[in-house]
C-alpha cells in the first residue's frame, strides 16, 4: 500500500495531492511510518514535493513530513535528516500554517535524535529562530517556543546550544514573551517560560540571566497572575505559573545570589498564596513549585520571614502541613528559615502556631519530615524557653520518646529529651 501511494505522488499533480493526502493519514501509524522510511527513494521523493513550487502539494507534503516527525524511533528522525535545510529555509516568507508545520515538525525531530540535533546546529538552526521571534503571530512563536524548549531539554544543551542562544539574544525576548501572556495568549509565554527553566537548570548562564532582569520580571508577572485568579476558574494559568514558580525558585536557590532588593516586596508572597489558594485543589502540583520558591525567599532573607509572619500568613502555611510528603518538609523548611533568623522570630512563630502543629507532625513516620521537625524544635527550644515548656505540657515529652528507637534520628531525638527533661 505504501508503495502504491509513492507511485501515485509520481502522477500529475492532481493525483499526488490526493496521493499525500492519503500518505498522510497512513503516517500516522508506526509501523508505516517505519516502513515508509526504508523504502528506496521514498524519502527522495518526499524531499522533492516539499520544495515543490506548487503550493498545494507543498502543504500536503509537509504535513506528511509532521506525521513522520511524530515517530519515537530515531532511525525515523534520522531519515529525515536531507530535510532539514530545507525547513530552516521555509521558516520565513511562507504561510503561517506553513511555519507552523516546520516548525513542529523541527521541534518533534530533535526530540528523538541526536544526529539530528548536532546537524541543525552548524546548519544555523538558533540563527534561524532568532530571526522568527519578532513574528507578530502567537501560534508562529508559540511553535518557535516548542522548538527551543525541545533543544534546551537536549543533554548537550548547557555547553552546546544554550551559549548559541544567548549570543543570539533570545533570552531577553523569551522574558518579553512571558511576561506578555496576559495580554497575547498564554501558549506562547507558557513554551518560553519552559525555555527559562530549562536554561536555569544548566547553571551555565544564570548570571546572564539574573543581568537581564529575570527574577524581578517574573515575580511582577506573579502579581499580575494573582490579580486575575480567582477560586475554580485558573483559565489555564497554571500551566503558565508552573514553569516560572520554578524558574525563580531555582534562580533564587543559586549560592551567589542573594535576594533581589527589587522583589522585597510583601505583595508577592500575598500573591504566592493567591494563587495557591485558587490553584492548589485542581492542581496540586502546584503547593511543591510555590513551597520551592518560598523556602528559597525566606533562606537567608529577613524580610520575607519577617512578613509572612506580620501578614498572617502562617496559618495558611500550616494548612499545607498535611498535603504530601514533600509539602510537609518544605513547610517545616519554610519554618525553620524563619526561627534561624533568632529570639524575636522564634518567639513570634510560637505565639503564632503554637505547638500543635509540631507535635502533628512528629505523628508522622517519615524520616524526612522527622528530622526537619527536629530541626525546628532545636531552633525554637534554643531561641525561645517558652516554646519547650509549652511543648511539654502538650504532651511533647511522649511524643518525642516515641521516637527514641528510630536509628537515623535516636540521637537528635535524646539530645531533645535532654534539652526539655525536668
Known amino acids: 500500500q505504501v508503495a502504491e501511494l509513492l507511485r501515485g505522488m509520481q502522477r500529475g499533480s492532481g493525483n499526488r495531492e490526493a496521493a499525500l493526502c492519503r500518505l498522510r493519514w497512513a503516517l500516522q501509524n508506526k509501523e508505516t511510518q517505519q516502513k515508509f522510511v526504508r523504502l528506496d527513494g521514498s524519502v527522495r521523493l518526499l524531499t522533492g514535493l516539499f520544495t515543490s513550487s506548487l503550493a498545494d502539494v507543498q502543504l500536503e507534503a509537509a504535513r506528511c513530513l509532521h506525521e513522520l516527525s511524530h515517530s519515537s524511533d530515531p532511525a525515523v528522525a534520522e531519515a ?216 528559597n525567599l525566606t533562606a537567608d532573607e529577613p524580610f520575607f520571614c519577617s512578613a509572612l509572619l506580620t501578614l498572617d500568613l502562617l496559618p495558611a502555611l500550616l494548612q499545607l502541613l498535611a498535603h504530601s510528603q514533600i509539602a510537609s518538609v518544605l513547610v517545616l523548611t519554610v519554618l525553620c528559615n524563619i526561627a534561624e533568623k533568632g529570639p524575636a522570630y522564634c518567639q513570634e512563630l510560637h505565639l503564632r502556631a503554637g505547638p500543635a502543629p509540631l507535635l502533628g507532625a512528629l505523628a508522622l513516620t517519615d524520616a524526612a519530615v522527622l528530622g526537619q521537625c527536629l530541626e525546628l524544635l532545636h531552633l525554637l527550644f534554643l531561641h525561645c524557653p517558652q516554646a519547650a515548656i509549652d511543648f511539654v505540657s502538650h504532651g511533647g515529652l511522649q511524643a518525642l520518646e516515641w521516637h527514641q528507637g528510630h536509628v537515623e534520628l535516636a540521637e537528635r531525638v535524646q539530645a531533645l529529651l535532654l534539652a526539655v527533661s525536668p
Not at 535524535?113 to 538552526?125: C, F, M
Not at 548547557?158 to 496576559?182: N, S, Y
Not at 502579581?223 to 514558580?245: F, I, K, N, R, T
Open 80 to 295: 529525515c535528516l536531507p530535510m532539514t535545510p530545507y525547513l530552516l529555509t521555509y521558516l520565513s516568507g511562507h504561510s503561517i500554517e506553513f511555519m507552523e508545520l516546520c516548525l513542529y515538525t523541527l521541534g518533534n525531530l530533535v526530540v528523538e535524535s541526536e544526529a539530528v540535533r548536532k546537524q541543525l546546529l552548524p546548519q544555523g538552526i538558533i540563527p534561524a529562530l532568532a530571526s522568527c521571534i519578532q513574528s507578530p503571530h502567537e501560534a508562529v512563536l508559540e511553535g518557535l517556543g516548542y522548538v527551543l524548549s525541545q533543544l534546551l531539554q537536549a543533554k548537550e544543551a548547557p555547553t552546546e546550544i544554550v551559549p548559541l542562544v544567548l549570543d543570539a539574544g533570545l533570552p531577553q525576548h523569551m522574558l518579553r514573551l512571558v511576561c506578555a501572556g496576559l495580554k497575547s495568549g498564554t501558549g506562547a509565554a507558557v513554551e518560553f517560560a519552559w525555555c527559562l527553566h530549562y536554561m536555569v537548570c544548566g547553571h551555565t548562564v544564570n548570571a546572564a540571566l539574573l543581568a537581564l532582569g529575570v527574577v524581578p520580571a517574573l515575580a511582577l508577572l506573579l502579581l499580575d497572575v494573582a490579580s486575575q485568579m480567582s477560586p475554580g476558574a485558573a483559565g489555564g494559568l497554571e500551566l503558565l505559573v508552573c514553569p516560572v514558580l520554578r524558574c525563580l525558585g531555582n534562580l533564587l536557590a543559586e549560592e551567589s545570589v542573594g535576594c533581589d532588593a527589587r522583589i522585597q516586596d510583601e505583595r508577592l508572597l500575598v500573591a504566592l498564596f493567591v494563587i495557591l489558594q485558587c490553584l492548589f485543589q485542581e492542581h496540586p502540583f502546584l503547593v511543591q513549585e510555590s513551597l520551592w520558591l518560598l523556602n
